[in-house]
């Protein structure tokens, strides 16, 4: 495993890793695993920003989950960088966003 720590500081502006004595009312909660293809995505209302997102992995669907963290999510700062986009109103309420699966 890489020393690096996430987010990077290149784009600390889109997203922080939230402390533990900081997680309270994570409002999106993500389980990856290498037979998912790592896609993944959610629709969320823009006003829910910054949104806390708990990161979770596991090998396999069958495989025990492991916590990669719990991060704040500045959903303005990842429309405004091309990591989401608005959704089109005839899917859903105006105002809401797609957030796609991420390399942070």
Same mark, same amino acid.
């Given at each position: 495993? &890489? /020393?690096?720590?996430?987010?990077?500081? %290149?784009?600390?502006?889109?997203?922080? +890793? =939230?402390?533990? @004595? *900081?997680?309270?009312?994570?409002? &999106? /909660?993500?389980?990856?695993?290498?037979? %998912?293809?790592?896609?993944?995505?959610? +629709? =969320?209302?823009? @006003? *829910?920003?910054?949104?806390?997102?708990?990161?979770?992995?596991?090998?396999?669907?069958?495989?025990?989950?492991?916590?990669?963290? =719990?991060?704040?999510?500045?959903?303005?700062?990842?429309?405004?960088?091309?990591?989401?986009?608005?959704?089109?109103?005839?899917?859903?309420?105006?105002?809401?966003?797609?957030?796609?699966?991420?390399?942070?």
């Amino acid at each position: 495993m &890489s /020393d690096e720590s996430y987010p990077l500081l %290149s784009v600390s502006h889109l997203a922080r +890793r =939230v402390q533990n @004595s *900081e997680v309270s009312e994570i409002r &999106s /909660d993500w389980t990856g695993n290498d037979e %998912s293809a790592r896609n993944h995505h959610e +629709r =969320v209302d823009l @006003s *829910e920003s910054p949104l806390r997102q708990r990161l979770s992995w596991k090998r396999s669907p069958k495989d025990p989950v492991h916590l990669i963290g =719990v991060y704040e999510l500045d959903l303005r700062q990842l429309l405004t960088a091309g990591y989401t986009r608005i959704e089109p109103k005839t899917q859903m309420k105006s105002g809401c966003v797609s957030i796609t699966g991420m390399t942070i």
